[in-house]
Every structure is written in C-alpha cells, then in structure tokens.
C-alpha cells in the first residue's frame, strides 16, 4: 500500500501507517504554523510519522521542519533530505530497528537525530552538518542504544557525533569522514571504529 500527500505546506502530521511505503518522488514538505515553527520549542510536531514496519523515502523537508520525523517501531528511511533541521530532524519515539540510507541534513541549533527509546539506529550514505550533535540519546536516559555510522560525511558538530548517558550504548563507525565534530564521542563506552 501507499500513503501519498500532496506537498507543499502541511497543517497535519502526514502519517505513514504500518508496513506502508510513502514516496515523495523528491518534493517538497514544511511544516504550516499548525505544526510548529522550526525553532527550539519543545512540543512541536513532526511532519511525518512512520508507524512500524513504514517507509519513508525521496522525501525533502524543507524550512520550516517543526520537529521533523517521528518514528515508532522499525522504520526505514531512503534519500531523505532535511535542508534546514527544524528542532530536531528526526526522533526515535518508540522501540525499533531504525535504519536511514542516502540524503543529507544541515542547519540545526541542537540535535539532528534525538533517540527517545532503546533501538538499533543505522545511518548510512548520509551526510550531516552544522548542527549541536550528530546523535543524542535522550538526556538522563539509561536504556541500550545501538548506533551504526557507515559512509557518512559529518562536519561542523558543535558537541559531538553522538553523546549518550548511558553506559550500555554502544556506537560502531567506519567509512566515515568527518571534520570539525567536537568531542566526537561523548559518554560512549563501547566505540568500535573501522572494525577495532
Ligand atoms: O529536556 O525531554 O529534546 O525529543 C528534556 C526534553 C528533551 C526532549 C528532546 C526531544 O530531551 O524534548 O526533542
Ligand atoms: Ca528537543
Ligand atoms: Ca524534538
Ligand atoms: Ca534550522
């Protein structure tokens, strides 16, 4: 099944329901004042949640992004550029295998991608840059959170690549040049770099 949305301006969080495949052929999508206006306000609303099992891909998220994409279970995200990152670009809200193959993000204030739930994160072919971090697991969290970085390009991170509190998460790099990412690793116990 497919969902479809016509692009442009969204008052309503576009909705990708289980085991269904949105693709928006490269249009255009932002966030209507409904949604939220792309600042560092909490509680803005994503343009797009992905239930378990969705597909999101050739999708460009445009200014304003409120607060991007949400996921809930397994999600797989392709070609998914975000121009100008909203509050966050993308959050794990629920459990799940999350894995983002191709397209880029840049100019957030904080985080890029914000992990609110233990879950595997793959990011791949991506590239990353001009925001806080990279990757945050939510702030105080201690639940497990994998992260695999392969073939990105991360630059001007003003923290870090990814930063955790908890001491079981673990991140796995390779492939993967970077420049200007702060700390690059903050609170990660268990790194794994180009298979070391
Ligand atoms: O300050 O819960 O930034 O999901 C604490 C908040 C914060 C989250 C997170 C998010 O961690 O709102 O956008
Ligand atoms: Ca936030
Ligand atoms: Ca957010
Ligand atoms: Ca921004």
């Given at each position: 099944a497919a969902t479809s949305a016509t692009p442009g301006v969204q008052n309503t969080t576009i909705i990708v329901k289980k085991g269904e495949v949105f693709d928006g052929k490269g249009q255009r999508y932002t966030a209507g004042s409904a949604l939220g206006d792309g600042s560092q306000k909490e509680g803005q609303?994503?343009?797009?949640?992905?239930e378990n099992?969705?597909?999101l891909k050739n999708v460009v998220l445009g200014y304003p992004a409120a607060d991007g994409v949400?996921?809930?279970?397994d999600a797989n995200l392709q070609n998914i550029v975000w121009e100008d990152i909203g509050e966050d670009a993308m959050t794990i809200k629920e459990s799940g295998k999350v894995t983002l193959d191709g397209g880029s993000?840049?100019?957030?204030?904080?985080?890029?991608?914000?992990?609110n739930a233990a879950s595997t994160f793959t990011v791949k072919n991506f590239k990353g840059s001009k925001a806080g971090k990279f990757i945050r697991q939510l702030g105080g969290s201690k639940f497990k959170v994998d992260v695999i970085?392969?073939?990105?390009?991360?630059?001007?991170?003003k923290e870090a690549i990814f930063r955790t509190d908890s001491t079981t998460s673990?991140?796995?790099?390779?492939?993967?040049?970077?420049?200007?990412?702060?700390d690059k690793f903050i609170g990660v116990k268990h790194i794994t770099e180009n298979g070391n």
């Open positions: 609303k994503p343009i797009f949640r992905i099992g969705g597909t949400h996921t809930y279970g993000a840049t100019n957030g204030d904080d985080k890029m991608f914000q992990i970085i392969d073939r990105c390009d991360i630059s001007n991170m673990t991140v796995k790099m390779t492939n993967t040049r970077y420049h200007s990412v702060g």
